[in-house]
């Protein structure tokens, strides 16, 4: 795939359209999976604007990974887009359809597996930042450590470790939604007064952040 995206770099640097269409084609799936964990529902939007700046910054490209030239175009829009809707209230990523997952998912491997789904992008949106970026641009985008590291100004061994941390916290997250899930022989959790229901024991909530 390197080798089929530089040749489209070139050929898209010299005007060809057709070009063009392959590069958004292979790389536009991982930079939305990536935006949508950084921006949420706004990710189209952000996506449409990085879009328009690597079509017009383009002919400026002078080699290198192409795939972490566009990645930081796209964390730059999105760093852009957060410090404009700072002010406005934001909701979290609601995390949903966890029994689309894989039923089995107790390692870190495994967890690596299911993240193009939507419901594992939600789960990933709860883990703290340095992580969710780094397993994003490693397992999603799919850049090896020391290109990640440029991408996020970290040291490749950090992003190591972030990714790996995140990972494992996304597995653990896993397995315990599935261990909270009651079998069909439990009695419902008794309510308190005021009809509302207590939460189940083992109901997943977001991990806290690092530091």
Known sequence: MTGELSEAVVA??????AAFRFLYRSLQPGLLRYLTALVGADAEDV????WLQISRDLPNFTGGEFRAWTVTIARNRAMDHLRRQRR????????????ELAGDADTA??????????????????????EAEAVLLRAVIG?????????LGR???????????????LAALLERS??????AHETPAP???????????GTPTAEPADG
């Open 109 to 130: 491997e495994r967890a690596g597996e299911t993240i193009a789904t939507e419901s594992a992008l939600a789960l990933i949106a709860t883990l703290p930042p340095r």
């Open 88 to 99: 406005r209230p934001s909701l979290p990523v609601p995390v949903q359809a966890l029994s």
């Open 12 to 17: 898209a640097q010299a005007g060809d359209e």
């Open 155 to 169: 040291r490749a061994g950090a992003v190591r470790t972030a990714a790996h941390r995140g990972l494992r916290r």
């Open 143 to 151: 850049l090896d450590a020391e290109t990640a590291g440029r991408v």
């Open 47 to 50: 996506a449409s604007e990085t």
């Open 191 to 201: 309510r308190p007064r005021g009809g509302r229901e207590r939460p189940a024991p």
């Open 178 to 183: 599935e261990a909270g899930q009651p079998a």
